[in-house]
């Protein structure tokens, strides 16, 4: 009996060495080869439309993947094209309007500080002098303090991006060079999809290739409804910050809520990198209303998001509503915005394993169980 559990905890230790090397040599190839992967990930969302022009349309598939190729790079080229004329156009539009309310955050910053500052400073100053000397240098010397730490981190913050201004120019020939390898890989990829697909099979076991299989399929299911709850929720936004701005009678709406919907997609800032620095100019310079109105439709879109979410991903990944409630806020409080998108992502991950019985083969490894 002793021997049983020995070998079951060696068993154990094994699996888990398994899984961190496993993980750490994952890291690294993928570190050397991420052109590659990121040809997979494109030929694999790909890979549909391309069967569809093989077999509806009578194309070769080298054809078919040369027409999805051009498709998507014309694609993207026209959607870079939309956006720097619409970012030229805005550009134009605010150095007609930026100017005039420049001047009234001027004119206002000048009532405060004459309203507001200058009195204080006075009642300062006044209770400064009727300090004694040991407390005024006190004083002194943590005003100093502070100024040198805020001089020192302002210094070390113009320092470091004036550093890195040479990596980001150095950075671009790089980009070019894993975008011709990426679109070169894509190419052969997408051609050779069937072929590759066979030939990895034949390198796995049987009961490996039908787990991975499953693990693929389930993986692939939720990564398309995770995909769809996403753009559905950027959607969503973007409709109702459209009909809020329509509303409030903002020019460019339109462009403004698009905007708005694709900044939507970031996990750390999201809609709140516009509407924040929005409301609080518009308080600032005075259009309270208008400020009001920004916050309630600011306040709708977050209501939205986090009520619509779980909801959405539960439904389009067929995840249990309060799991995905649970690893949405787990993800949150372990690694901030960012696990509001790593959370489900897991759970996706782990009820994949589990419905594919990988759990369970590890276990009955472990235990030495023998199947029949």
């Known amino acids: 009996m002793p021997n049983q559990y020995v070998h079951r905890s060696l068993r154990f230790l094994f699996v888990i060495f398994v899984i961190i090397a ?38 070769p598939r080298v054809l078919a993947v040369i027409v999805v190729l051009i498709f998507l790079l014309a694609l993207v080229a026209g959607l870079v094209t939309l956006l720097v004329a619409e970012i030229v156009t805005g550009t134009q539009y605010l150095a007609t309007v930026v100017p005039s309310h420049f001047q009234k955050l001027v004119v206002y910053m000048e009532q405060f500080v004459a309203s507001q500052i200058i009195p204080l400073y006075n009642q300062l100053a006044t209770l400064f002098k009727n300090l004694d000397t040991s407390q005024q240098d006190t004083i002194m010397a943590n005003i100093q303090s502070v100024g040198t730490k805020i001089a020192t981190t302002v210094g070390q913050f113009i320092q470091n991006i004036l550093q890195n201004i040479p990596s980001i120019i150095g950075w671009l020939p790089n980009f070019a060079t894993i975008f011709i390898f990426s679109l070169l890989a894509t190419f052969f990829i997408s051609k050779d999809w069937y072929r590759l ?113 779980p909801k959405l991903l539960s439904t389009n990944i067929g995840l249990d509503p309060l799991a995905t409630l649970i690893a949405l806020f787990v993800g949150f409080k372990l690694i901030g915005f960012l696990g509001l998108i790593v959370g489900p992502v897991l759970l996706v991950i782990g009820r994949t394993l589990h419905h594919a019985g990988v759990f369970q083969d590890i276990w009955h490894f472990i235990v030495g169980k023998k199947e029949a």
């Open 22 to 59: 496993g993980l750490a040599s994952l890291y690294y190839v993928s570190t050397l080869t991420y052109p590659f992967l990121i040809a997979l990930a494109i030929s694999f969302f790909i890979n549909p439309i391309v069967d569809v022009l093989e077999k509806k349309a009578k194309m």
């Open 197 to 309: 697909k066979s030939l990895f099979q034949k390198l796995l076991p049987n009961k490996v290739q039908t787990s991975s299989t499953k693990v693929f399929t389930e993986l692939k299911k939720a990564l398309f409804g995770f995909l769809k709850a996403q753009a559905t929720l950027i959607s969503i936004t973007t409709l109702i910050v459209l009909v809020g701005l329509l509303v409030l009678r903002v020019e460019y709406a339109i462009t403004i809520a698009l905007i708005i919907g694709i900044v939507d997609i970031l996990p750390y800032l999201g809609t709140g990198l516009v509407f924040v620095p929005w409301i609080v100019y518009a308080a600032i310079s005075g259009d309270t209303h208008f400020a009001i109105g920004l916050g309630v439709l600011y306040i709708v879109v977050l209501v939205q998001r986090q009520v619509m979410e």
